[in-house]
DNA sequence: CTGTTAGCGCATTCAC
DNA sequence: GTGAATGCGCTAACAG
């Protein structure tokens, strides 16, 4: 027939059940990931009248036991699903391969494993935010750019998947650009400026770099001592604040933003649409567009104010005549 | 105390009233506003389990009268918000007040009148995307850039702040670059390819063009005939077909989206709120945010299908190595 | 295992 | 006017 369940008066009954949605994450004191959980704490408020709450646990850095003694916390609570911030660990595969055997479905949140079951992944498209970049500097050096990158461990997925990008762009559409160097920081503000200026001085023909480390901003002091008059093209990642401030500058050119925001809302989203309406996603990989921010995209207009109309900028007319 | 109402219980219990929201557009055969009727139908289908629903009513081009009667017949079928893409016509600010005496709430979409009660305005910052244009053209033509734009009747308020947006970032912040040319365009192919061969033919120093008027592609013929070289830089507003496949083809350099989907879900989520929660939006001008697309931004990776890795493109610690 | 009923939290209606 | 009862559409617990 044309039955269709209606979702509110379903969620109305379902309520006293007490649903629990879990987020876990591996990554402590990165901006990036405060806006994550920031999107999914925007989703959590959306679904609480559902009755489906959430929780988010903040483990340590990269410490394998310690997700997964938060996986097993999350269990124990009772929770119906676990969106995740996988660490690359056959560990972890086991542990959530066992997970999904007894029915608890597993989302991946801004990376993923492979040989795991999951119910999809929610990400950025990074290959595509690496061929933008290079576009990028296509666009300003005129196809003739010499490019360096200032990256973290090529081991992470996204980051690997960035620079393949950027890479295979250049191969197949900018011939006259170059890769010239490439230098991974490890998480550490003291490499990140070293690595960073001897990066610098050791190819003085650079003109493009790819400051793709957000989390370390002492790179970017590197680059302002050796380059005190903006002659370099800087593009970085996302819109944590001392990128915004150094985009706002002159400093950075542009910026490619991986909206963790909207990673993390999107992630709590599938599972509610699973856990209400017994909805698969329809793409295993659900990759959110990189966007570009430039300066200007900065620009405080004042019009999104309270008033609507802003006397400074009102229509008009007589000011189009063409001018010279 | 704390209480807070439940908003899902709240619209089931509302179910039985058959609450209707009405979207009223002036504009008919026109890519921009077809997306945004997407984005109001998304956001229609996601509030249909709350018992509310949408209609919408596109009359023909600027017809003032015909909009009158599609707000009649909105208020007559007992719509209780409408949303209005307005005409600038003392006729309809009149109608409007008086509707906002009755009650009836009008959240303008895509663009607004002054001297007009409403609920909000859901538009796009057009001011910003203008200064975003500057700014591209200042970064590809070394600061020295000569530009012509391409624009429908500045008499329009998004148009008009567009450009205003444009001129204010040059005069403030590129003094190199000046603007040459502008040409109004009136709805028409025709002109569009004439009015835009002349400009050029016009104007020889020209390098940069801002190409606003995509629903017109007739004018991006008179360019490709005109510079077979692509030795302009070119960009254009908006995602329509048309314009991405001149970003795909190399033609343009970049699009300015002003996110239609977007304004058309948000001016309903607005509604939305208002109807059961009654809240009224935080912001009298809600501007989304222009999004910047090139070239790259329309590359297919093929790993957003079916499947979470892609053969072609998993993680290779060994291809990262630094080269040359 | 199938059929019935209570109740999720609220708005509306009806009785007083 | 104030207060109690009804039902929105569904799930869960219950009874047969």
Known sequence: MHYRP?????????QRRNIKICVILHIQGNLFFDDVV??????????????????????????????LRNIDA??????????????????ITTRLNDLHDTGVPVIFLTSYLEQTACLCHVGC??????????E??????????????????????GVNLRIQGLR??????????????????????VLAYRYTRDMLLAHPELDCVFYSIGGLSSGLKAIAELDPQHKLRIVSLDMIQPIVDAV??????????????AQGYTA????????????????????????????????????????????????????CVPFS
């Open 38 to 67: 920031s999107g999914v704490e925007k989703a959590a408020a959306e679904i609480k009248d559902f009755g489906i709450a959430v929780t988010v646990r903040r483990g340590a850095n990269f410490d394998v036991e310690c997700q």
């Open 248 to 261: 706002k500058g002159g400093m950075i050119m542009a910026t490619i933003c991986q909206e963790p925001i």
């Open 268 to 319: 709590i989203k599938v599972a509610f649409d699973y856990l209400l309406a017994h909805t698969e996603p329809a793409l295993k990989n659900i990759l959110i567009d990189p966007s570009i921010k430039i300066r200007q995209s900065f620009h405080e207009t004042g019009i999104s104010g309270a008033v609507l109309a802003d006397p400074d900028r009102s229509v008009d007319a007589a000011s």
């Open 168 to 189: 295979s762009a250049i191969e197949q559409e900018y011939p006259g650009m170059r890769l010239v160097a490439l230098s991974e920081v490890p998480g550490d503000e």
């Open 6 to 14: 209606n979702t509110v008066a379903k969620s109305l009954a379902t």
């Open 136 to 157: 990028l500097f296509n666009l300003v050096s005129g196809g003739r750019g010499r490019i360096g990158i200032v990256t973290p461990p090529c081991t992470l997925l």
């Open 74 to 91: 999350a269990v124990h609570e009772g929770c119906r699903a676990i969106i995740l911030v996988p660490i690359n660990d056959p560990r």
């Open 125 to 134: 498209d990074y290959y595509k935010a690496g061929r933008i970049a290079a």
